[in-house]
């Protein structure tokens, strides 16, 4: 079984919306933090955002425009994106891991990641 899938990616004009999901493994999902991360070619990984003991937390980049959230029942972790723009072009992750709070945003502190999946933004 796999611990994490992403889905929901997909070809977007800029200031559409889309909604990604992770499903995670019942274990993971209860015993992990869960965060999104992007990818754009030629870059790094870069923390998106993450919900970690009720609290949600974004990158500047995407605070006010991206929305993070959980569905217990679902194991299920959401990225609502919305006003879409060609710089949010990029391969989605996300990863679970244990991270302390200094580190949430270091990609080095998720131990499992999924395969991603791809958003693409047109101007």
């Known amino acids: 079984q796999e611990r994490l899938v992403e889905s929901g990616g997909g070809f977007m004009q800029t200031g559409d919306s889309l909604r990604l999901s992770c499903a995670a493994s019942?274990?993971?999902?209860?015993?992990?933090?869960i965060a999104w991360f992007r990818q754009a070619p030629g870059k790094e990984r870069e923390f998106v955002a993450t919900?970690?003991?009720?609290?949600?937390y974004y990158a500047d980049s995407v605070k006010g425009r991206f929305s993070v959230s959980k569905d217990n029942t679902k194991k299920t972790v959401f990225l609502q994106m919305n006003n879409l723009t060609p710089e949010d072009t990029a391969a989605y992750y996300c990863?679970?891991?244990?991270?302390?709070?200094?580190?949430?945003?270091?990609?080095?502190?998720?131990?499992?990641w999924g395969q991603g999946t791809q958003v693409t933004v047109s101007s």
């Open positions: 990863g679970a891991g244990r991270p302390i709070l200094s580190s949430l945003r270091n990609p080095q502190s998720y131990y499992y």
């Open positions: 919900v970690r003991q009720g609290r949600t």
């Open positions: 019942t274990d993971t999902f209860s015993s992990y933090t």
